[in-house]
C-alpha cells in the first residue's frame, strides 16, 4: 500500500521551520521528533520509524515547492554552514561550501535534501506549486 503524505512549503521561511514541518508530517504519531539533522532526515527515509515506516512506496505531495527553495536557497545554507564553523564540524570543509555558494556552484539546503531524498527510491515527490484556495 502506497503511503501518501504532503508537506506544506510555504508553512516555513527558515530551516528550523523546515524542521518543524518535518516533524509534523512524518513524526505526528511518534512520541519523540526529529533533531535537525541531515543524518535523521536519512535514518527516518530508511523506513524504521515515523509516517513513512516500512519499505513501501510513498508519495510526498511538496506543496508549494518553490517557496521551500527560497527558504532553503543560499542565505538559509550560508547561515548553516556559518554555524558549523564554531562547532566540532570541518571548518575547512564549510569554508569551502560557503565559498562554492558565493560563486553560484554550491549546494543549498534545499538541494542536500532533494538529494537525500533521491537516494531513496521508494519515495516519489510531486511539486505542487499552485497557490493555495481562497477560504
Known amino acids: 500500500m502506497t503511503v501518501e503524505l ?11 521551520g523546515f524542521w518543524r514541518e518535518v516533524n509534523r508530517v512524518f513524526m505526528a504519531d511518534e512520541e519523540w521528533r526529529l ?10 527515509l530508511h523506513g524504521g520509524y515515523g509516517a513513512a515506516r516500512g519499505d513501501g ?16 536557497g543560499v542565505d538559509a545554507t550560508r547561515g548553516w554552514l ?3 564553523l564554531t562547532g566540532s564540524f570541518d571548518a575547512k570543509a564549510a569554508r569551502a561550501r560557503i565559498e562554492a ?8 539546503y534545499f538541494d542536500i535534501v532533494m538529494e ?20
Do not use: C, Y
Open 6 to 16: 504532503r508537506l506544506e512549503g510555504a508553512s516555513f521561511d527558515d530551516i528550523a
Open 35 to 44: 533533531g535537525e539533522s541531515l543524518d535523521a532526515l536519512e535514518d527516518m
Open 57 to 72: 512506496p510513498v508519495v510526498l505531495h511538496w506543496r508549494d515547492m518553490e517557496a521551500s527553495r527560497r527558504a532553503l
Open 82 to 84: 556559518e554555524e558549523k
Open 101 to 108: 555558494l558565493q560563486r553560484g556552484e554550491g549546494q543549498t
Open 116 to 135: 537525500i531524498f533521491a537516494g531513496h527510491p521508494r519515495f516519489t515527490i510531486i511539486a505542487e506549486n499552485r497557490p493555495r484556495p481562497a477560504i
